[in-house]
């Protein structure tokens, strides 16, 4: 079975802090994304990274895929409030019912 | 217009009830997806329609049935529930086919369930 762990489970900073959001797993995907769930709504896609290595920035997000396509992490620079939110990434195979694996999830909240 | 619409947004029933959660898409995609969301748990999947071919998760009980009459509606019918199925159930839809890079999930706001 596919698992994706993120880490950590929950982060509470202050507005203008960094943090970095972590997701790993012993499988290898064709590609990872990024969502974030606001309270009361379903996920919303950020990013896609598909290369091993690839980095992709998303104004003051900044994401990675790992070289070997088992892991990859959300950096957030200068966070707002505006970031609070719930933090997922997905692994994506090929087909079937494991097309998408869902991490553990990140839930960030940002204090002004 | 929003991409993925789901009713109701809540909805509390006991366990000897019938009830069925609505989706409706309308960004032309050839997938649908039911999802189970429950509190300290990673999104679970529960069954794809997918290019007319309907694939399951085989954990998913009995009690949860799917149902998609076209490429742009998908329910998903509840009877005799347990307290341990209240969780959001989310709806997601996708245009499968496409280059890995561009393909994702668009998700509705989801169903809170609550089973007393």
């Known amino acids: 079975t596919q698992l994706l762990e993120q880490s950590p489970q929950f982060l509470s900073i202050q507005e203008g802090e960094n943090l970095t959001v972590y997701c790993n797993s012993s499988s290898v995907f064709s590609s990872l994304q990024w969502y974030r769930q606001e309270p009361g709504e379903g996920p919303v896609l950020l990013v896609t990274?598909?290369?091993?290595?690839e980095v992709k920035k998303l104004k003051r997000l900044t994401f990675q895929f790992g070289d070997a396509r088992k892991d990859s992490s959300l950096h957030i620079t200068a966070a707002q409030t505006g970031d609070t939110g719930l933090y997922l990434c997905a692994g994506v195979g090929t087909s079937g019912t494991y097309k998408y694996i869902f991490g553990t999830g990140t839930r960030l909240k940002v204090l002004a | 217009e929003t991409g993925v619409t789901q009713t109701p947004r809540h909805l509390v029933m006991g366990m000897t009830n019938k009830k069925s959660l609505k989706c409706e898409q309308h960004l032309g995609h050839n997938a649908m997806y039911w999802y189970k969301q429950s509190a300290k748990k990673p999104l679970e999947l529960m069954f794809v329609y997918s290019l007319e071919e309907r694939v399951e998760n085989n954990s998913v009980p009995s009690r949860f049935s799917p149902e998609c009459p076209n490429s742009s509606h998908l329910f998903l019918h509840l009877h005799t529930l347990q307290p341990e199925d209240s969780a959001l159930y989310l709806c997601?839809?996708?245009?499968?086919?496409?280059?890995?890079?561009?393909?994702?999930?668009?998700f509705g706001s989801g169903t809170q369930l609550s089973v007393l």
């Open positions: 997601a839809s996708s245009q499968v086919g496409q280059a890995i890079a561009i393909e994702k999930l668009f």
């Open positions: 990274v598909v290369t091993g290595g």
